[in-house]
């Protein structure tokens, strides 16, 4: 959507929003029909971004990114941090618009534009450490009239595809790095969820009066692979069958991907344990965002002698949440699910466990409208041939298994393809001794979803859950690409090494690594290192 003015509608009241497809190349697609999810009432229609429009979007940010770049680390956070004033003073409008797009209640919103803000200080502060430029000593006496440099410069254009569940962290989450990394940015929202991306891209044109290196377009998958096609890095958040066909489509052109992909993040409850605590967490890790977080708590193992007393209390609090559209006088903890697909699988993953003679002790089933919910549930006598244990849920529900030791504990927390993050709660020690052996790409020792608020270390899937990571210097650097300057300090009109060949300095080259590599000379020259 290109230039395009975004007003969310008040529920009922539908809005059209004009995407660039009329302007440039019109998309065989329908226009998208946004619905609130709260409600199930239809509130914009969304017009899709043919693959030309895409193109053109893409060239013309282009053309812009060299005078981006061109600002250094400390003006394009001068830009960003305009973006983060912006973010915070219009916080109202922006949760207003998210809520009526996603379902969520306004607790879960409200992370989205606190996390932005802080991701835009993170990066702008730091920028300099992680991608200016580096000095770098030879390691050989040959190479020492050389002075070594490594410059990171951007990819010129980061596409950004991402999914529903958080549609301003999983997007501009990724653009805020890419973008103080000196690239323009092009991002596809989730067709479910396309409205508060456009709001903030077009405050950042129209509001801010920022540099013409950050756009979106709007559409599905023949939007989002022409993205591919046209950008030079590609940033994916989605499930991993999506992801597939992006890195396959990537792979056409050779554009380098980072996946952050789907999780089923397993929990640890150790017989030390602060039981209250790591019911509580069980709770909220497993609820939040009616469970629509790839790092929700999934599964829960317990150690045999705290398991009856953890799963009363995980019961307990369960029991307290209340579900529904909330508003300020009427606040809920749990919302509404966002993607109509969505619900569908967690209802078959429920009904399967139920099937094969798992309990529900609190909630099991879909409510009945008006809006898309599902029960808060807690599922026992699970065990891993049940798709609830083994595959992404992706709701809000989570299986218990009570297991002997913390052995079993970690054999089933490992065995997934997934390998997202994770959870150990008990004594500090023990749990840590046991966190650091799950397969997974962070873990939290006595705490649930922390790990994505510690921007300093970075999140990034192991197995099936993605490629790459985001976040610490890792997330910021894979927008870049490194260019190494071997730079000459001192020479003579000709190297040893160039011609003439003559016969005193043929292998002398191979003489002087000899003599400096050898093993027995390096001894003998009391030269120490292998
Ligand atoms: P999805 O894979 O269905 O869609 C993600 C995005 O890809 C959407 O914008 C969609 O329009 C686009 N898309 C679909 N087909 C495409 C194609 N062929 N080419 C290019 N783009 C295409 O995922 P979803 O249902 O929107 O989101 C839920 C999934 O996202 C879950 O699996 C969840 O775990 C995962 N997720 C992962 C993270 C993470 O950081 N690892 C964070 C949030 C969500």
Known sequence: ???????????????????????????????????????????????????????????????????????????????????????????????????????????????????????????????????????????????????????????????????WNFPLILALGDAIPAMQAGAAVVIKPSEFTPLGLAEVVNAWKREIGGPDVLDCVQGLSETGGALVDAVDFIQFTGSDRTGRKVMARAAETLTPVSLELGGKDPMIVLSDADLDRAANAAAWGGMMNSGQICMSVERIYVEEPAYDDFVAKLTAEVGRLRQGADDAANPKDVGAMTSPRQTAIVADHVDDALASGARALIGGKRVEGPGDYFEPTVLVDVDHSMKVMREETFGPVVGVMKVNDSEEALRLANDSRYGLSGSVFGERERAERVARRVECGAINVNDVLVNYFASDVPMGGWKQSGIGCRHGEPGIKKYCRSESLVITRFAGKREPTWYPYTRGRRGLVGRLVQLLNARDLKRRLGIRGS
């Open 1 to 163: 959507m290109k230039g395009a003015p975004v007003e969310s509608g008040t529920a009922g009241t539908s809005t059209e929003v004009n995407g660039a497809a009329g302007a440039a190349g019109a998309s065989v697609e329908e226009p998208i029909e946004v619905l609130n999810p709260a409600t199930g009432e239809p509130i914009a229609t969304v017009a899709v971004d043919s693959p030309q429009a895409v193109a053109e979007t893409v060239a013309r940010v282009r053309a812009n990114q060299a005078d981006w770049e061109a600002m250094g680390i400390e003006g394009r956070y001068h830009w960003l941090g305009k973006l983060r004033d912006w973010l915070l003073d219009n916080q109202d409008r922006v949760l207003d618009t998210m809520q009526l797009e996603t379902g969520k209640v306004r607790a879960d919103a409200s992370n989205e534009p606190a996390y932005l803000a802080d991701l835009i200080n993170f990066y702008g502060t730091r920028a300099s450490k992680f991608i200016g430029e580096e000095s770098v000593r030879p390691h050989s006496a040959l190479l020492a009239s050389k002075k070594l440099r490594i410059q990171y410069r951007p990819h010129p254009v980061v596409g950004i595809i991402s999914p």
